[in-house]
Structure formats: structure tokens, C-alpha cells
């Protein structure tokens, strides 16, 4: 029996880094995968090569949409919202966008309740309460996508989990996380992580900057296999009802 995924993320490249293993796993199984991404990433870290190109705006939609294809995702919708960026002040809105910390909430959700309602949707992956780490735009994905499912009436929402030490090390300095709900799920994607890596790397804006220090998805993704199996071969998430029935049967 097959159902359809709608995985809910902020910026292009949570989708690869978060739960690519699972799309992948879910697609490959023969699901109906489909992925919504909230903001254009325009204030992600790169090199200047990148943001004086067409934009970084342009790139990382491409980049989304080439990771979308590895992972074997049926529909990609990308928002117009603009990147909140993750420093300790918040940016101005860019002309003609607004950024997605500063978006209705209800209106945000009603239209994901939509997409959800078209697609019959059968799970939404969101993010905690924490969004994570703390981001901004993860927290909003957090409060928009718990109430697009209530008002789809999507029967499961889960979360995707970070490792609490990740998170600490991650979160802005100004943050405080609040307790998050345990993980009730695991998936095993060790079967996946070619995928999953081979769309982490389509981001390739992501993978390099102006400093001499080399990127963390760079170094990672350049892992011995082996190793990548044991660091990127299960996807951890929360179930706020608490169940622990598995998400790729």
C-alpha cells in the first residue's frame, strides 16, 4: 500500500541534510513524495563567486531542485518568502518579499493545509519546537506546519529530531532551546545515504565560502563511505502523539 509524504522545510538544503535518507527510502518504495520549501536561502554562507552570480536566490533554487531529483521527490514547491538569516538583528524586508519569521502564521499554514488537502497528504514532516536549533525560519516551519496539519486533518505530523549536543553547538548565542518531545521514530537509510549525500553535494553553493577553512557539509559529505553509513545511516524523529509506528514500511 503507498501513501504520499509531504516533507515541510525552511531553507534549500534542510530537505537533503535533515531527511534526505527518508525521501529517498520513501520514493524508492514507491511513494509519492513531495517536498515544500518555505524561503529562497538567500542569506545562506558561500563564496562571493556564488552571491555575485545571478544571485545566490537562483542558484540554491536550482540547487533544490537537483537535490529534489536525487532523492526521487514527485513535486517540489518552493515559496517566495525571503531568508530571516540566523545573526543576533533580524534584516529588513528585500523589496517585494517578505521574510519568513515575519509571515502570518495562519495564512502560511492555510496554504500548506491546501497543498496537504490536494495531495492527500497521508504524513507531514515538520520541525520541534525548537526548529532544531533555534533558526528562525525552523521555528516558523514549526508553528506553520503543526497547524496546516490540524487544519488538513493530515492524519500524522512528526518532527525531524537534531541531536541535542548539534543543537547547543548550533543554536545562536541569544537563544534558549526549549525541551523537545523524545524521538519515537528511527529509519534506517543506510541504503540511502548515496542518495541522501549525492543531494546534500547538489547544493553546491553551501559546500564552499571565502575562508580558508573548508565548509562542515563539505567535509562530511567527503566522508570514507563506511563512515557515512555509521554518521548519516538512521533519521531520528518525534512523534507528538507519541507513536512509534514506523514512517517507510
Not at 556564488?50 to 537535490?67: C, I, M
Not at 500548506?112 to 516558523?140: K, T
Not at 518531545?181 to 542518495?195: G, Q
Request: hydrophobic content about 45%; aromatic content about 4%; overall charge neutral.
Amino acid at each position: 500500500m503507498t501513501f504520499t509524504l509531504v516533507a515541510f522545510h525552511a531553507h534549500p538544503d534542510d530537505e537533503a541534510i535533515l531527511t534526505g535518507g527518508t525521501l529517498a527510502r520513501a520514493a524508492a518504495a514507491g511513494h509519492r513524495v513531495v517536498l515544500v520549501t518555505a524561503t529562497d536561502g538567500a542569506l545562506g554562507l558561500t563564496s562571493s563567486r556564488y552571491a555575485a552570480a545571478d544571485g545566490l536566490a537562483t542558484v540554491r533554487a536550482a540547487e533544490l531542485r537537483e537535490s529534489a531529483r536525487l532523492l526521487g521527490v514527485a513535486r517540489v514547491e518552493q515559496w517566495e518568502y525571503a531568508d530571516s538569516g540566523l545573526g543576533p538583528k533580524l534584516f529588513p524586508d528585500p523589496p517585494g518579499q517578505v521574510r519568513f519569521v515575519r509571515a502570518s502564521v495562519e495564512e502560511a499554514a492555510e496554504r500548506l493545509a491546501d497543498l496537504l488537502a490536494e495531495e492527500s497528504a497521508d504524513l507531514l514532516i515538520g520541525y520541534d519546537v525548537n526548529g532544531g536549533y533555534g533558526h528562525p525560519d525552523h521555528v516558523q516551519v514549526h508553528r506553520v506546519g503543526a497547524l496546516a496539519a490540524r487544519l488538513a486533518g493530515t492524519p500524522r505530523l512528526v518532527e525531524a529530531a537534531v541531536n541535542p549536543r548539534v543543537a547547543r553547538l548550533m543554536k545562536p548565542r541569544q537563544v534558549r532551546l526549549a525541551p523537545v518531545a523524545p524521538v519515537t521514530v528511527t529509519v534506517d537509510v543506510r541504503d540511502h545515504v548515496d542518495a541522501k549525500v549525492a543531494a546534500m553535494r547538489a547544493h553546491r553553493s553551501q559546500l564552499t565560502s571565502d575562508s580558508w577553512l573548508p565548509r562542515n557539509l563539505e567535509v562530511t559529505t567527503r566522508l570514507p563511505g563506511p563512515v557515512l553509513r555509521r554518521l548519516l545511516g538512521q533519521e531520528r524523529f518525534a512523534d507528538p502523539s507519541g507513536s512509534s509506528e514506523p514512517l517507510c514500511p
